[in-house]
């Protein structure tokens, strides 16, 4: 049995190339999945084309070697299973998980190969009625919003169930209808918190079915006293995520939160400087998602995940936008954001 994989040879946006790689072997507490679908996101693009920046040396991408796998969305069989984890997990089981190559620049943990060495606690079954190339929009996004909502260091919601006790605090999302922005709904609705989505109006009424109590037209001259007005409707201001990250969305969102007498703005990129004194805007970068609290990552991936996707209180969204069949599809899926100047329509997906 062989592995074969998409490398990106350094950080200079030339073309990934397909060849063999040693097949991973499963850690105690790791399972390997037989890879049936990934998916491609924006990180995976701007590390290619090294369009990365950081804050500091530990808030960076750990990939500081090449050729080198990228690859967070995963979906596939299970393949093999760590001695640690066999009670939770048998050969054979369908699953979605987080690759890991960004956080331990190990290639063996990214997901642009056909077979992928993954965290057990990052991975979780996917129900039998469930396309996986569906699922697979899922893992990076999740994680990705877990990390900013969950971690204290962040916003530190209560952890979501599929019958979350209301609260009369307010989340503002910047960008709900995004990829990681229809995570952070999801999650954030099931954690009691009142959404408030600033997305186009023509995403109101996605955001809406994906839990969000009020919307916000995104192209609004008044979107910040509308969204203060909408804050002020349902309960007390506890914070804003912002998956877009522009420094014009960013300095949106602060302007909001002084409106309150400051508060956290959680970004995906590195937030701009001069924001108002009482705004504590706090950039969550992929390396975060390996260092949740091995309890909330319990909770969130061994308990909320699967259960909520068996019973559809957690929707794979967005839709899956197929690209291509085998690993050099991988490339084209790269190439759906580097050739638009906003983000695709949908998840970019490669089935291998």
């Known amino acids: 049995m062989t592995n074969q994989a998409a490398w990106v040879m350094n950080t200079s946006a030339e073309p990934l190339v397909v060849d063999e790689a040693p097949m991973p072997q499963p850690g105690p507490t790791d399972i390997v999945i037989k890879t049936a ?50 009670g939770r997990f048998k050969e054979g089981d369908r699953v979605i998980a987080t690759g890991q190559s960004l956080c331990t620049g190990n290639p063996a943990n990214g997901g642009f190969q056909l077979y992928t060495q993954v965290p057990a606690a990052l991975s979780a079954h996917v129900p039998t009625s469930m396309p996986l190339e569906r699922a697979v929009v899922l893992p990076f996004a999740l994680t990705t919003a877990a990390a900013g909502l969950y971690m204290n260091e962040f916003l530190g919601l209560p952890l979501p169930t599929e019958d979350p006790s209301p609260t009369n605090h ?61 804050i002020q409707k349902y309960g007390g201001f506890f914070g804003c995520y912002d998956p877009i990250s ?86 084209k899926g790269i190439q759906q954001y580097e050739n638009l100047p906003v983000q695709p329509p949908g998840r970019p997906v490669v089935i291998l």
Not at 61 to 86: F, M, R, W
Not at 208 to 213: C, P, S, T, V
Not at 263 to 286: D, F
Request: hydrophobic residues 45%; negative net charge.
């Open 37 to 86: 679908a990934v998916g491609v996101t924006s990180l995976d693009s701007a590390v290619h084309s090294g369009a990365i920046v950081c804050v500091s040396k530990s808030d960076c991408v750990k990939i500081e070697q090449y050729p080198n796998i990228l690859g967070g969305d995963i979906a596939g069989t299970v393949h093999a299973v760590g001695s640690e984890v066999e």
């Open 170 to 230: 307010v989340l503002l999302v910047n960008g709900a209808s995004s990829m990681v922005g229809s995570a952070v709904t999801q999650l954030a609705s099931a954690s009691g918190m009142t959404v408030v989505a600033v997305v186009p109006k023509k995403d109101f009424a996605y955001v809406e079915r994906l839990g969000a109590r009020e919307c916000v037209d995104s192209e609004s001259e008044a979107k910040i006293s509308e969204s203060v007005e909408a």
């Open 246 to 331: 522009s420094p014009e969305t960013v300095r949106f969102c602060a302007e909001v939160a002084d409106e309150f007498d400051g508060g956290v703005v959680v970004t995906t990129l590195v937030p701009p400087a001069g924001l108002p004194k009482k705004v504590k805007a706090t950039w969550c970068s992929a390396v975060h998602m390996a260092q949740l609290d091995p309890e909330v990552t319990k909770v969130i991936w061994g308990e909320y995940i699967p259960h909520a996707l068996k019973s559809g209180a957690l929707r794979p969204v967005p839709e899956p936008m197929v690209v291509g069949h085998g690993l050099p599809a991988i490339q």
